[in-house]
Nanobody, 128 residues
Framework: QVKLAESGGGWVQTGGSLRLSCTASERTFSILPVGWFRQAPGKGREFVAAIAGTGGRTYYTDSVKGRFTISRDAGKNTVYLQMKNLNPEDTAVYSC?????????????????????WGQGTQVTVSS
């Protein structure tokens, strides 16, 4: 079982930056595909970014390309989501997820159904 814990959420003004962290205690997390998703009030869960289990390939939804960067520190068993130039449309609960069935995969999915372990989520609020 993979237990995920997000941190780094908070409140920022438009144009500000935040870095979210997703940490797991299980060592296999370092080679699992990991995705970040978000859910705004009254809306469905939306894919944000993902990173492959190995090889470092990354994926982004169009609205965050050039502003968000997903990365992994295998030594710290942590995946980060660096968010810059935030705007109110980025306000949401951000959750990380891991695909434990794709250990070592050189790609990552963009659909929530492709992930079987989820963190509790962290709130990001961007004020105008």
């Amino acid at each position: 079982q993979v237990k995920l814990a997000e941190s780094g959420g908070g409140w920022v003004q438009t144009g500000g930056s935040l870095r979210l962290s997703c940490t797991a205690s299980e060592r296999t997390f370092s080679i699992l595909p990991v995705g970040w998703f978000r859910q705004a009030p009254g809306k469905g869960r939306e894919f944000v970014a993902a990173i492959a289990g190995t090889g470092g390939r990354t994926y982004y939804t169009d609205s965050v390309k050039g502003r968000f960067t997903i990365s992994r520190d295998a030594g710290k068993n942590t995946v980060y989501l660096q968010m810059k130039n935030l705007n109110p449309e980025d306000t949401a609960v951000y959750s990380c997820a891991a695909d434990s069935l794709s250990e070592g995969a050189m790609d990552a999915g963009t659909a929530p159904l492709g992930y079987d372990y989820w963190g509790q989520g962290t709130q990001v609020t961007v004020s105008s």
